[in-house]
């Protein structure tokens, strides 16, 4: 069975998208709908941009989900999933490659999470970190030990484990953590606390704008980060995505779950790679590729 699975923020890099742009004129045609809809020249940062300009919330999350969409959309017939799942971001690529939003309204919620979640990075100063090499409950615990907000965010693969919170607080967990045994614990360039109680504001947001769109029965399970279980029902959908802003991404679990079910191929659709990585750190029998377009 195949599983295709959409990346999350940090997969940006310039020129993601161009060969779609350049070579397919139903992929041109969607980026520059793209373009209308944001109200800014996506497309130009995307395929110019600098490194800087693509760090940027507000592009980057929509980066991301347009040149995912738009490659899956490029698939044609040979795009059949038993199942699908995103990392974080990549939940919204995933509910539009299977049907249950259409392109213009994911990319409509994706531009107002991307706002959302930078006015509350506004609001708040928070930070996340990389804990390698210790076992998920010694980082949960040492989390709950530590004065002030912090959590575990994102369940990357076994030994991977990203902590967010406050600022203070995450560098008191890091030490506490070095201290535990970790192999690495590395505050990372990130503009915000993603995935922690600092997101509530956004979440408010954001939910606003969800219940307000139509959702669609899915042509296929999504396995969504919050409970890494198989999902068809819009209105759990929607749940699951509101509340995924503020709790941690379960792809371990995910993915795990996903091979449970059947899943024998893992086919990563966007920019990047860092999908397959973590797949096979989470399985190392399971065959990983990339979803490339040919005109």
Request: aromatic share 6%; glycine share 8%.
């Amino acid at each position: 069975m195949k599983a295709y699975i959409f990346p999350g923020q940090g997969a940006q890099f310039t020129g993601m998208g161009l060969p779609l742009y350049e070579n397919s004129a139903a992929a041109k045609s969607l980026f520059e709908q793209a373009n209308d809809i944001l109200g800014f020249d996506i497309t130009s940062i995307m395929f110019e941009g600098s490194v800087d300009d693509l760090k940027e919330t507000k592009v980057t999350q929509p980066a991301i989900f347009l040149h995912s969409v738009i490659l899956a959309k490029s698939l044609g017939d040979s795009f059949q999933p038993d199942m699908v799942a995103g990392h974080s971001l990549g939940e919204f690529s995933a509910l539009v490659a299977n049907g249950t939003l259409r392109f213009e309204d994911g990319l409509k919620l994706v531009s107002q999470r991307a706002q959302a979640m930078q006015k509350a990075c506004d609001l708040t100063k928070g930070t996340m970190a990389a804990v390698l090499g210790l076992e998920n409950e010694i980082v949960e615990d040492t989390c709950k030990s530590i004065d002030g907000i912090v959590v575990a965010a994102n369940y990357n693969c076994p030994g991977q484990l990203v902590i967010s919170g406050a600022v203070d607080a995450i560098h008191l967990a890091c030490d506490a953590l070095k201290e535990k045994g970790a192999r690495r614990a590395l505050v990372l360039p990130v503009g915000g606390a993603f995935h922690s109680p600092l997101m509530a504001p956004a979440k408010e947001q954001l939910a606003a704008a969800i219940e307000n769109t139509t959702f669609h029965t899915p042509s296929c399970p999504i396995y969504q980060n919050v409970t890494a279980m198989p999902v068809v029902n819009e209105t759990e959908i929607k749940t699951n995505l509101i509340s995924q802003l503020t709790a941690p991404v379960k792809w371990t679990q995910s993915v795990q779950q996903m091979i449970q079910d059947g899943a024998n191929e893992f086919i990563e659709v966007g920019p990047g790679n860092v999908l397959q990585g973590l797949v096979r750190k989470i399985n190392r029998e399971m065959n990983t590729k990339a979803a490339t377009f040919e005109n």
